[in-house]
Structure formats: C-alpha cells, structure tokens
C-alpha cells in the first residue's frame, strides 16, 4: 500500500481526489486549514486509510513531519485566482510557491511530487497557435508567475511531474463559484445573464472528476509520468468566452449574454492547449463540457452560493 500526502485535500480538487485515493485503496494523508469552514471530507473518516490534519503549509516542521513516510505527495493547497491572490499577496506566494519549496529542501529523492501547476502560465498564444509542454511561458498574474517558478525548481528532480491544469470546471463538495464555467452557469441562473468584456479571449477547461482520474491514471502508469510535465484539458474545450456562453445558453435559454467593448478584462489569458502529449499515455477525459454545464445547471439551482466564495 502506498502512503500518498495531500496538503489542501480538503478544496475544490481534494475533495473530490482524496475520496478517490481511498477507494483506489491507497493510505492518505491530508493537511488542510479549512479555511472556508468546509466538511467535504466528513464522510471518509470512518476509513482507517485517511489521516486528516488540521493545519497550514507554511508550517513547515508540519509538513515534513506529515511528508517524510509519503510514496507519493500531492501538493493542492492553494489560494487560487487572481482576484484572491491580489487581496493578500504575501500568503499568496508564501502558500503557493515558499512552502512547496521549503518542503523540497526535505524530502528524500526517492519521493514522487505530483504537482498541479497551471496552463495559465502560458499567457496568451498566436491566433491558430496551439501551445505545447515546449511553448514559451510568459505568465500574467501573480499565481501563474509562481507556479512557473516553482515549477522550474520542481522539475530538477527526477521524481517529478507537474500537470499544467486547464480551468477546472464541475461540482465538487468544496464548492468554488470563481471559476469561469462554474460562474457563468451561477450568472445564467441568477441574475440571468452575463457581461463580457474581451469575449474574443480563449481558455481551456477541464471537469474536476477528469483532474482525479489524471492524478490516479499517473500514480498507476509512473514511468509515463516521472520526470515530466504535461497539459491537462479537454481537447474538445479550447473556447472563446464568448463560444463558453453560447455554450451555456444551449442549455439555459433565458440566459442572456452582454458584450462591453470599453471595459477589459484584468485577466488576459487567451491561448489554444494543446493536450497531445498526456493523451498519447493513454489517458482521455471523460467529462464532456455539456455534461459538466448541465450538472452545474442542477447542482447550483440548489446551492447556497455564500457558502462557496472564494474571497
């Protein structure tokens, strides 16, 4: 049985991998602060493979105390997105790049990292230009700059992997509303409708169950994976904001889509993914976006959307 450490387990991805791991019948270790009071993980403490810990990252003298005995470790914990890292810069890099490397400073070399960058390290491509796992990286924001730079020091071990992530999408039990499929379907249902400014710039999305089986179909193919780095998308989702929300109003007819053509986006992402080198392993996403929006549709006409901010 392989001992695999999770800090952030309990967030929008963990929540959804850490009950995975387990049934895939690995021993796991999570070290979350629970920050936005969630119990996603309440259901898998009768399992006697999960060990769940309350606390922070940046406690270093923690983490390499929950990380020396792991086979595998899987650093999630996060503050993601820009207008989240913008609001406390300094935790933000402290969390997402410092505590990361002070861990590598620890860990032995035999120990596997499989760590979630971003493709939003990317920046913007050429109209037509798919970028691939060679493209040049010109990061815009403060989180996709520190993802890059880690991910450079990562990569000096051989017992490395970094998933350069599409914008995740789909319902999880740590909900999050800021990502961009998940709040368009929040904005189609209420208010009705969505304004876009830049409509024209490009993303690519991938379902959060499909993020959980990349990580799970990596640990059981390692020698794939050791040592690489990888796009992890959906092929058939390389859309414009604008062909997003069309994509939602197929679903949502009242959903009524707005363009600004003074106002712009802060985020200026715009590129096409290209997801050929982790499909040629052999793994494919099995979530469709008109499944994910659909299953957003129900899920959040539920929802009490104060709970899952971000901010």
């Given at each position: ?9 309990a967030?929008y991805?963990g929540s959804?991998?850490v009950?995975?791991l387990?049934e895939?019948?690995?021993?796991v270790?999570?070290?979350d ?16 493979n ?7 990252v ?9 990380a020396?005995?792991?086979?595998i470790?899987i650093p999630?914990?996060?503050i ?8 406390d810069?300094i935790s ?5 790049k410092?505590?990361?490397i ?21 920046g913007?491509s ?6 691939t796992e060679l ?14 730079e880690l991910e450079?020091k990562?990569?000096?071990r051989a ?6 992530l599409a914008?995740?999408?789909g ?13 368009f ?5 209420n208010?009705?409708?969505v ?11 991938i379902?959060?169950?499909?993020v ?5 179909f ?15 998308g959906?092929?058939s989702a ?11 109003f197929?679903?949502?007819?009242t959903?009524?889509?707005l ?11 715009d ?6 080198k982790?499909e040629e392993?052999?793994?494919?996403p ?13 899920g959040?006409?539920?929802l009490k959307?104060?709970l899952y901010?971000?901010?």
């Amino acid at each position: 049985m392989e001992n695999i450490f999770v800090s952030g387990g309990a967030g929008y991805i963990g929540s959804v991998l850490v009950p995975k791991l387990l049934e895939n019948g690995y021993k796991v270790t999570v070290l979350d602060n629970f920050m936005y009071q969630q119990n996603s993980l309440a259901p898998h403490f009768i399992n006697k493979n999960l060990t769940v810990v309350n606390g922070d990252v940046r406690n270093i003298e923690l983490v390499n105390t929950l990380a020396k005995n792991a086979d595998i470790i899987i650093p999630l914990a996060a503050i993601v997105g820009a207008p989240a890292c913008n609001k406390d810069p300094i935790s933000a890099t402290a969390i997402n790049k410092h505590s990361v490397i002070d861990m590598l400073k620890n860990i032995s070399d035999s120990q596997w990292i499989i760590m979630p960058t971003t493709n939003s390290g990317y920046g913007a491509s050429k109209p037509g230009e798919y970028l691939t796992e060679l493209s040049t990286l010109n990061p815009l924001s403060l989180y996709a700059k520190d993802k890059v730079e880690l991910e450079k020091k990562l990569m000096l071990r051989a017992e490395s992997t970094s998933f350069r992530l599409a914008t995740v999408f789909g319902m999880s039990p740590r909900m999050r509303l800021d990502l961009l499929v998940n709040s368009f379907v929040k904005s189609a249902i209420n208010p009705g409708y969505v304004i876009l400014f830049e409509a024209e710039f490009r993303r690519n999305y991938i379902h959060v169950l499909d993020v959980a089986s990349a990580f799970i179909f990596a640990i059981n193919n390692p020698d794939k994976f050791r040592g690489q780095i990888f796009n992890v998308g959906l092929s058939s989702a390389n859309l414009t904001k604008r062909e997003l929300a069309n994509k939602v109003f197929e679903q949502h007819s009242t959903f009524r889509i707005l363009e600004s053509e003074i106002n712009q986006d802060p985020d200026k992402r715009d590129y096409l993914v290209s997801n050929k080198k982790i499909e040629e392993t052999g793994f494919k996403p099995m979530v469709t976006l008109e499944t994910g929006i659909k299953e957003l549709l129900s899920g959040l006409s539920t929802l009490k959307w104060e709970l899952y901010n971000n901010l």
